[in-house]
């Protein structure tokens, strides 16, 4: 018996009333919760449950994209998922077509987004509050994920665009990192083409916002160090609010340097290094990371 979501390959509905069809649309996610203009799906079918993205509504004029350029980048995502295999990624089971653009079928993902809009992102209750306080090793953990998948990324020829912390889903029962929403990785190096690129300030190397720029390896080692200063620290670069050692530290200032030359290679260069100290604090326990110097 086939199965509606795994098998189909082509549709005549819209996306919506074909999900509806389906199973129990059971999640949305819509302009209520995010501007893109793409719609999202969680759908049950039987025991099993999948996130569904979709380019959305052609005719809505609302969204800074359109929605031609919204499909191309849905078509774009998939091609990064196919291209890596890492564990980290949720599985694509499938893409079916539609009058609509594809609509992609991923596996559902439990855990809790870390990223929070300005107003609450410094709540003590938000996602990202709890994930900081956690103990190091947990920290730690999750960042070696991050920087094992782009790592490999880059090494298939993809260059981080927009990434930040609404690609993080963590699941604090399971202590489990995954990361979604890669549509925007682009094959590089390329130019900085629009002079600020889409992302979020927080993650984004000074070329991001340079026209005619090189977005580059060096430029995802940035964005792979500010990723470590968000999640181990307050965001910035504070030796008084980073929760690692003085080594550990080093390796992530060194990454985020302003001065392109003086970064990393290469993101395997900077989670070669990291993976350094990692061994050579769990040799010693002279050096061990200090978990009692939380984010101010």
């Known amino acids: 018996m086939s199965h509606p979501l795994l098998d189909r390959k082509v549709i005549e509905q819209a996306p919506?009333?074909?999900?509806?069809?389906?199973?129990?649309?059971?999640?949305l996610f819509d302009e209520h919760l995010q501007d893109s203009g793409n719609v999202s799906y969680g759908?049950?079918?039987?025991?099993?449950?999948?996130f569904v993205k979709t380019a959305g509504d052609?005719?809505?004029?609302?969204?800074?994209?359109?929605h031609e350029e919204r499909v191309a980048l849905l078509r774009n995502a998939v091609r990064v998922?196919?291209?890596?295999?890492?564990?980290?990624?949720?599985r694509l089971h499938n893409v079916i077509e539609s009058a609509h653009g594809p609509l992609l079928?991923?596996?559902?993902?439990?855990?809790?987004?870390?990223?929070?809009?300005?107003a609450t992102r410094q709540h003590p209750q938000s996602a990202m509050q709890r994930f900081r306080r956690l103990?190091?090793?947990?920290?730690?953990?999750?960042?070696?994920?991050?920087?094992?998948?782009?790592?490999?990324?880059?090494?298939?020829?993809?260059?981080a665009v927009d990434f930040y912390d609404g690609c993080l889903i963590y699941d604090f029962a399971k202590q489990k990192m995954q990361i979604v929403d890669l549509d925007m990785y682009r094959e590089g190096p390329f130019v900085n083409e629009m002079g600020r690129m889409f992302g979020s300030s927080r993650y984004m190397a000074p070329e991001e916002f340079q026209l005619g720029a090189s977005i580059d390896r060096r430029t995802n080692v940035f964005t792979m160090g500010r990723t470590a200063a968000n999640l181990m620290s307050d965001g910035t670069l504070d030796r008084s609010a980073f929760r690692g050692s003085d080594e550990r530290y080093e390796v992530v200032?060194?990454?985020?340097?302003?001065?392109?030359?003086?970064?990393?290679a290469s993101v395997g260069d900077?989670?070669?290094?990291?993976?350094?100290?990692?061994?050579r604090q769990s040799r010693s326990w002279q050096s061990p990371e200090r978990s009692n110097a939380g984010p101010r």
């Open 270 to 279: 900077f989670y070669a290094a990291w993976l350094t100290v990692t061994a």
């Open 253 to 264: 200032r060194k990454a985020c340097s302003e001065d392109r030359s003086k970064r990393y």
């Open 43 to 50: 759908v049950q079918v039987g025991p099993q449950r999948f």
């Open 105 to 118: 079928v991923y596996s559902w993902v439990e855990g809790e987004l870390l990223h929070a809009g300005s």
């Open 81 to 90: 998922r196919r291209s890596c295999s890492h564990s980290t990624l949720p």
């Open 135 to 159: 103990s190091l090793p947990e920290i730690t953990k999750a960042l070696d994920v991050i920087f094992e998948l782009h790592d490999e990324l880059a090494q298939a020829g993809w260059i």
């Open 58 to 66: 052609p005719h809505d004029p609302r969204p800074f994209l359109p």
């Open 16 to 27: 919506k009333t074909f999900l509806n069809e389906t199973g129990n649309v059971f999640a």
